[in-house]
């Protein structure tokens, strides 16, 4: 499977191929805030492997968003961020393709919480943490084994908070060695967070995250290296996202801010580390002008230098709208984020729905990764060779593939290099071709810079020029091709003339056998 990773000039990474969105639930009622898990062992029913997906919506009429407001954005009637909530639960057993209704956990009414997070532990219960059921602020949990679901739980400590904590937008994990842990944004003082190691028979006392003001939207995890990772928003930092570690939960150290968005309140984090080891941090970017919010990404090898920015969706065109809460999971070498969106069918805002969006991978092997000295790289993705007309095809492997991609933010007319870091070597006779509409197949090969026979490619294109498939100096450059290296023999055939390209092979063919025959011959009267 090829996976593509983009590199903007602050080194933005992306994953791309065939990006598809999906429409999970369609309630007028506001549907907000995903957690996501593939469940690693059966329970009830359902086998192991079974996607479960759980949001909050909100309670019918309530008076922050009622019914008069149903199929509005959040705030474009009523305040869906003051209304209460109820937790829902989807599943698919197909890996995404097909959904069952959404359910309620546990059903009954009344609950006040939209702060959620779930997931299985290690014995095959799931478990639901939320704050503030029936309004009071707690955090609770729900749990759910094979059967029946039991909740909601006061999380308590008869010493240190026997009445239970007042927390909001909670997170939960279960760590490598078994302990549960429950992080929250305490008011506006700050993250803390809790654990269990016997599943909730007692818990600890209250640790600090971060004591930083206004941090809060903490979501966590735990690395392949057993570290913990949080990330905070905060509102009053000027689009700042802030991030902390601890090798044991217990003592938390701050790190560098990975990424700020200017102009912008900060909302909305979630971090995860992929198969490479790389950490993913994404986020929402509230931008109060516009009223729009949208999805971006950085990245990281080491968890310190974070690389630039990748924006994933809208927030609007002409209307904005709203596009929140990321939940990421990388599943057999696809990416899926199920996120809140008041996208509408037409490009309007309407209520909050939960979608998903599947970032696929192409059929050749290995990870592509580009880089540009300056602009950002947008809309990365694989380019599927089938769909490309064979007239006027030169006949040449493309064992990587083909990608398009956007570089913007460029000055208008300006030059820059692009570095394309392949899975494997290729030859120092690659050349570089791409298909435009109407000139067709295109050998911009002369673009290439580093070409020396390991796997790093270097193109240098610039706006309005060769290589940029708008044509014009517009600070934008627009490009689709990809590496190719000639048949056998190394000789560039036309595509035309199929006939010589059989007689090549042929000819090779014989070459070859003629070449072992005499290495063989050469053997025997050495002995």
């Known amino acids: 499977m090829l996976l593509l990773v983009a590199v903007s000039s602050s080194f933005s990474k992306a994953r791309a191929q065939q990006i598809s969105k999906t429409k999970l639930t369609t309630s007028p009622r506001y549907d907000r805030n995903p957690s996501f898990f593939k469940a690693r062992t059966a329970i009830g029913t359902y086998p192991a492997g079974t996607y479960w997906l759980f949001f909050v919506r909100n309670i019918d009429n309530d008076p922050n968003y ?4 149903e199929g509005t954005g959040c705030d474009a009637c009523g305040n869906c961020d003051a209304a209460g909530y109820e937790v829902y639960y989807m599943t698919s057993t197909d890996n995404g393709v097909t959904w069952s209704t959404p359910t309620l956990v546990p059903p009954s009414a009344g609950r006040g919480h939209r702060g959620m997070a779930a997931f299985q532990d290690d014995v095959g219960k799931i478990w639901v943490f939320v704050s ?37 937008h909670v997170e939960a994990i ?80 701050a790190q560098p801010v990975p990424v700020t968005v200017p102009g912008t309140i900060s909302c909305d984090p979630v971090i995860f580390q ?18 729009s919010q949208w999805i971006e990404s950085v990245w990281s090898s080491d968890g310190v230098n974070w690389m630039g920015r990748t924006r994933w969706t809208k927030g609007g065109n002409s209307e904005k709208w709203w596009d929140m809460w990321p939940e990421i999971y990388v599943d057999e070498g696809k990416l899926l984020m199920f996120y809140t969106s008041e996208e509408g ?39 599927d060779e089938a769909t490309l007309p064979s007239e006027g095809k030169p006949p040449l492997a493309f064992p990587h593939g083909f990608f398009s991609f956007k570089i913007t933010g460029l000055t208008p007319g300006q030059t820059v290099t692009v570095t394309i870091k392949l899975p494997s070597a290729m030859p120092p006779t690659t050349l570089y071709w791409k298909y435009h509409v109407p000139e067709g197949w ?3 090969t002369s673009l290439l810079g580093d070409n020396d026979g390991d796997n790093i490619l270097t193109l ?59 290495k063989a011959a050469s053997r025997r009267l050495k002995h």
């Open 66 to 69: 009622p019914d008069t407001c």
């Open 132 to 168: 503030g059921p029936a309004g009071d602020g707690k955090i609770h949990y729900y749990k759910y084994e094979g059967t029946n679901w039991i909740g909601p739980v006061l999380v308590a400590n008869p010493t240190y908070y026997p009445n239970g904590i007042t927390g909001s």
């Open 345 to 383: 069918s037409t490009g309007n805002r309407i209520d909050g729905n939960i979608w998903l969006m599947t970032l696929q991978t192409s059929t050749a092997p290995g990870t592509v990764k580009l880089s540009t000295t300056d602009g950002l790289i947008e809309d990365f993705e694989a380019v």
């Open 274 to 291: 992929d198969a490479d080891g790389d950490y993913w941090l994404f986020y929402a970017p509230w931008d109060g002008t516009s009223n």
């Open 174 to 253: 279960q760590a490598r060695d078994g302990k549960i842990w429950v992080f929250y944004q305490d008011g506006g003082s700050g993250v803390k967070c809790i654990y269990t190691s016997d599943y909730g028979s007692t818990w600890s006392n209250k640790i600090t995250v971060s004591d930083t003001a206004n941090d809060g939207i903490p979501k966590a995890f735990q690395d392949s290296n057993g570290k913990f990772h949080v990330v905070m928003a905060n509102w009053a930092a000027g689009g700042e996202y802030h991030y902390a570690t601890s090798t044991d939960g217990l003592t938390w150290t």
């Open 442 to 444: 295109i050998d911009v």
């Open 460 to 518: 240098t294109l610039t706006d309005g020029g060769l290589g940029d498939d708008d044509g014009t100096a517009n600070g934008v450059i627009v490009d689709q091709g990809g590496p190719g290296v000639p048949p056998v023999g190394g000789v560039i055939l036309q595509a035309d003339n199929p006939r010589l390209l059989i007689i090549l092979v042929k000819v090779s063919l014989v070459v070859f056998l003629i070449a072992v025959g005499v």
